[in-house]
T-cell receptor, first 111, second 114 residues
Framework: RKEVEQDPGPFNVPEGATVAFNCTYS??????FFWYRQDCRKEPKLLMSVYSSGNEDGRFTAQLNRASQYISLLIRDSKLSDSATYLCVVSPASGTYKYIFGTGTRLKVLA | DGGITQSPKYLFRKEGQNVTLSCEQNLNHDAMYWYRQDPGQGLRLIYYSQIVNDFQKGDIAEGYSVSREKKESFPLTVTSAQKNPTAFYLCASSISGTGYQPQHFGDGTRLSIL
């Protein structure tokens, strides 16, 4: 089993739709969780950190479910500009250098 | 503006040649990292450094070398021992190396073989 798993997609959704991605992780001791956005041939950019209580930033909501070992990203009112690959990143344990990257979920928002 | 600067954006390597990729940050971050990304794949860690004059191998360090003589700089050398160097190379930094804070990335260097 991979340490961090994501559905590669693509998720094709119409503008204005709500779409959700999940990311599962295998290490129950994982401490920190992040969502990044990566556009084609560009660097990953931090979208949001994921906290135990869940957090929201505009149209984006992230949730953490420790019992089932997954994090989720919800995008409401999708825009064409949301088209990108969304990377899930997990830091397995405290005091570690290691960030584990998922291979990403590709989103295409269609006009 | 604070950020991470990678140069060059594009680099071509001849057979048997060593090449060096530059990474400079002015975020005052302690930790710096080098990743490699191949098409359709996730990021793989090459080297990381938590403090000046100290660095550790990541998952795919063979054929690469680094130095960390200054807090701001973490250059990566791709040696001739790396037989398949064509990839997108990303440098990142974080406030510390504890894993609690997110990483921030430079805009990458694309390396190809001539």
């Amino acid at each position: 089993r991979k340490e961090v798993e994501q559905d590669p997609g693509p998720f094709n959704v119409p503008e204005g739709a709500t779409v959700a991605f999940n990311c599962t992780y295998s290490n129950s001791a994982s401490q920190s969780f992040f969502w990044y956005r990566q556009d084609c041939r560009k660097e990953p950019k931090l979208l949001m950190s994921v906290y135990s209580s869940g957090n929201e930033d505009g149209r984006f909501t992230a949730q953490l479910n420790r019992a089932s070992q997954y994090i989720s990203l919800l995008i409401r009112d999708s825009k064409l500009s949301d088209s990108a690959t969304y990377l899930c990143v997990v830091s397995p344990a405290s005091g570690t250098y290691k960030y584990i990257f998922g291979t990403g979920t590709r989103l295409k928002v269609l006009a | 503006d604070g950020g991470i600067t990678q140069s060059p954006k594009y680099l071509f390597r001849k057979e048997g040649q060593n090449v060096t990729l530059s990474c400079e940050q002015n975020l005052n971050h302690d930790a710096m990292y080098w990743y490699r990304q191949d098409p359709g794949q996730g990021l793989r860690l090459i080297y990381y450094s938590q403090i000046v004059n100290d660095f550790q191998k990541g998952d795919i360090a063979e054929g690469y070398s680094v130095s960390r003589e200054k807090k701001e700089s973490f250059p990566l050398t791709v040696t001739s021992a790396q037989k398949n160097p064509t990839a997108f190379y990303l440098c990142a930094s974080s406030i510390s190396g504890t894993g609690y804070q997110p990483q921030h990335f430079g805009d990458g260097t694309r390396l190809s073989i001539l």
